[in-house]
């Protein structure tokens, strides 16, 4: 009788754990949907495993804000950024890094706000003055854009991206054989970098040398099968010249590519309101 008894306890207890165990998985679960930033949450998601320390590590925050940057998730690359300052307010990288995810929102000037506090934090590092000086060209500040870029350069003589920012900005001030000595110098640092080829090429086109510009599109799209820039501005260089055949190529290849943007290739090419 006794051991009836014990036994009977037993299956109460176990059922009372399982009862118990399910409604912590029903909170929790809970928890993760009404919060979908919850952060360690979304770790144990991805990871499968908890990480415990990530809650008070900037740099993991900061991490994440990359990834979802790259992704283009501009809004929650905010939000990890912030968490990462909020962790470190000295952390300049995750100040510039939040200024080039509010500049691809069109938050311009509060983007320049981020870039100048990275500065005030690391004046030495190159990649904030150049990251402030595509900012300003989307605001059409072009003079101040130059100014950055050199600023980039004194920094670092050999940085890339200022360089050919440089020939895409004189570009825009009419100057084109300073533009293409701009590019030709990117060219000259990193041969396989497709931007240098399309600022150059821009520049070309704009002077009206069409057919060697066509020949630089070709080099950036040869470096980088994806170069979205490269497909486009060639293909309306194409259409320009009445080449229809070769157009199409590009226009097929950006809506391969870039399947978003698919009903704008399609007005371009079609000549449709």
């Given at each position: 009788m006794i051991v009836i008894v014990i036994k009977k306890m037993k299956v109460f207890c176990l059922k009372k754990i399982v009862i118990f165990s399910?409604?912590?998985?029903?909170?929790?679960?809970?928890?993760?949907?009404?919060?979908?930033?919850?952060?360690?949450?979304?770790?144990?998601?991805?990871?499968?495993?908890t990480e415990t320390?990530?809650?008070?590590?900037?740099?993991?925050?900061?991490?994440?804000?990359l990834k979802l940057l790259k992704e283009m998730n501009f809004d929650e690359a905010v939000y990890y950024?912030?968490?990462?300052?909020?962790?470190?307010?000295?952390?300049?990288?995750?100040?510039?890094?939040k200024g080039n995810a509010l500049s691809n929102l069109k938050k311009y000037d509060e983007a320049i706000s981020f870039h100048d506090k990275a500065i005030d934090i690391n004046k030495d590092?190159?990649?904030?003055y150049n990251d402030k000086g595509e900012v300003l060209i989307k605001l059409n500040?072009?003079?101040e854009a130059v100014d950055c870029f050199n600023i980039a350069l004194k920094k670092n003589k050999i940085f890339v991206k200022s360089y050919y920012n440089l020939a895409n900005s004189f570009?825009?001030?009419?100057?084109?054989s300073k533009a293409i000595d701009y590019a030709n110098k990117s060219i000259s640092l990193s041969k396989k970098e497709s931007d240098g080829y399309f600022y150059k090429a821009r520049a070309l086109e704009m002077m009206g040398n069409k057919e060697q510009a066509l020949k630089e599109y070709d080099n950036a799209i040869n470096y980088n099968k994806r170069y979205i820039n490269g497909y486009y501005y060639?293909?309306?260089?194409?259409?320009?010249?009445s080449k229809t055949d070769e157009a199409s190529i590009c226009f097929n290849k950006l809506i391969e590519i870039d399947t978003k943007n698919e009903e704008s290739y399609n007005k371009v090419f079609y000549k449709t309101p």
């Open positions: 399910y409604i912590l998985i029903l909170f929790f679960s809970f928890s993760c949907s009404s919060s979908p930033r919850n952060v360690t949450h979304r770790i144990i998601v991805k990871n499968g495993k320390n990530f809650n008070k590590d900037s740099m993991n925050f900061y991490r994440e804000g950024f912030d968490e990462a300052i909020k962790l470190n307010d000295r952390f300049a990288d995750a100040y510039n890094s590092n190159p990649l904030f500040n072009l003079k570009t825009m001030l009419g100057d084109y060639k293909m309306l260089l194409l259409l320009e010249l």
